[in-house]
């Protein structure tokens, strides 16, 4: 039986054959698990395993969402003693009948049970199959299946958070609903054009046009929402810079609460840019400890040097370090066009420092811990413009949705122009179906076979 959605992705070629992938990580666990769906995931896995002691039966006998205990084989030979669950369809991830056998931790074992099932007849499952399954056969939407990348990818708990809002369906409800009106109206438009003597009567088009601005704004109100769902799903680069001997790596180790980088007071310690991901009240930064700036004739050190100059070019926030045992004034500036935030360490040795200029800067040492949480702070301010409240902060959406959303707003737009100008009722529904359509591709109602591809292929195999 197969259950295949309406629209262009039903078209693929797809769920004749049962697949299987190992869905944990590679690498020596507790236990692996090897998953199966698919039509014939059942009498596959019943080819392979048997059923131990009274309560265990064969996965073809078995009721849904039971758990049996025995060993797989190839052949005669045994392989592994496992636990067994059947999932009998729909109520499965992937809505197809389902088998995951538990079996032990390990590289070998996992593989040889596998091979196993590779051999029994399912096929090698391509990276995120079990999800684009899900997706295929209508279980979830295609923005909830980018929140299954979001989720396996989160780096912190408030990403988490956006990436079960979205899984939830928080978003695709939205857009299902801007959907629906844009649907009404187009419906409503292409009426008239059916029926040419009847002009649209002035007050509904005004109707009509109040409900596509309330669209604009309501896909407007989307939008806001890309920058800081792109900074949830990859992190923000962040750069520590400054002069030799500033306390960079010092600052570095107190974000990162570990001893990452070495420390010493000799100047031109660092010479290697050094990278690591630290979780600032809920945003993934990459902080990025550099090589102090400054004229060197060290080969190795210029070298750093430029890749320090380098970070900074691609950082999105400049930490720039400043020693409050130095002659005050010492800036820098290197951050042109970019975020800042200025930080003047060692206050423990000067707490009486200024650096003499106007603006905020935050004074820290890196001896006694002081200004640290209140840096974090700063961080946090600088990177996240709090501009998405309450209701929105559920749906954040990623670079895909803003592409499309944006592509609706236009059209929507024009839609608008072309009614209050009087253009022709075709003109205005073109306008309107494309916008319709592109709101359609956020959730996958309206798709190609590549979008899906570049979304699928981002997930791991066994997903
Ligand atoms: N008293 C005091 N000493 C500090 C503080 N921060 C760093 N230091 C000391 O300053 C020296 C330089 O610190 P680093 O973190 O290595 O400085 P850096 O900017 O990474 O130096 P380079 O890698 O050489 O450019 C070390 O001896 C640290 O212990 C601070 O807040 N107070
Ligand atoms: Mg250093």
């Not at 996965?59 to 205990?69: E, G, I, L, M, R």
């Not at 989160?154 to 857009?175: D, V």
């Amino acid at each position: 039986m197969r259950r295949m959605r309406q629209g262009p992705a039903a078209t693929e070629p797809m769920i004749a054959d049962s697949i299987a992938a190992i869905s944990t990580p590679i690498g020596e666990g507790g236990l692996a698990v090897v998953r199966i769906s698919g039509e014939r995931a059942l009498e596959i896995a019943a080819r392979c395993f048997r059923p131990v002691g009274a309560n265990s039966k064969s996965p073809t006998d078995a009721p849904t969402h039971t758990v049996h205990y025995g060993r797989i084989h190839r052949g005669e030979k045994v392989i592994d003693e496992v636990l067994l669950t059947v999932l009998r369809a729909p109520r499965t991830f992937t809505r197809e009948d389902m088998v995951e056998i538990s079996c032990h931790g390990g590289v070998l074992p996992a593989k040889l049970v596998l091979d196993a099932v590779l051999a029994a007849g399912a096929r090698l499952a391509e990276g995120g199959e079990f999800t684009k399954r899900a997706f295929l056969n209508g279980r979830i939407d295609l923005a909830q299946a980018e929140a299954v990348v979001d989720l396996i990818h989160s780096r912190t708990e408030l990403a988490l958070e956006a990436a079960n809002e979205q899984l939830a369906g928080k978003l695709s409800k939205r857009i299902e609903e801007l959907r629906n009106q844009m649907v009404q109206t187009l419906a409503h438009i292409e009426a008239h054009i059916d029926f040419p003597d009847e002009d649209i009567a002035p007050d509904t088009k005004e109707k009509l046009i109040q409900r596509l601005e309330n669209g604009v704004a309501f896909i407007d109100e989307l939008l806001k929402t890309a920058p800081e769902g792109q900074i949830l799903r990859r992190g923000i680069r962040a750069a520590i810079v400054g002069r030799p001997n500033a306390g960079k790596s010092s600052l570095l180790n107190h974000l990162l609460g570990h001893e990452r980088a070495i420390v010493s007071p000799i100047p031109g310690t660092t010479r290697d840019t050094i990278e690591e991901t630290a979780n600032i009240r809920g945003i993934p930064v990459v902080f990025i400890d550099t090589a102090g700036l400054r004229e060197s004739a060290d080969e190795i050190e210029a070298e750093g040097i430029r890749r320090s100059r380098e970070s900074l070019a691609r950082a999105e926030l400049v930490l720039e370090v400043i020693d409050a045992t130095e002659e005050t004034g010492k800036i820098q500036a290197f951050a042109d066009g970019k975020k800042q935030i200025l930080v003047l360490n060692k206050v423990d040795l000067n707490p009486g420092a200024s650096i003499g200029i106007a603006g905020k800067v935050q004074r820290v040492s890196c001896r006694t811990g002081e200004g640290i949480e209140s840096l974090k702070e700063a961080i946090r301010d600088a990177v996240w413009a709090g501009g998405v409240g309450g209701e929105m902060q559920q749906v954040m959406i990623n670079s895909r949705h803003q592409e499309a959303l944006q592509r609706a707003r236009v059209h929507t737009a024009h839609t608008v122009e072309a009614l209050r100008s009087n253009q022709t009722l075709e003109l205005a529904a073109m306008d309107l179906r494309i916008a319709t359509n592109a709101v359609g591709e956020v959730v996958g109602k309206t798709t190609t076979e590549d979008i899906l591809d570049s979304i699928f292929s981002q997930f791991c195999i066994g997903k």
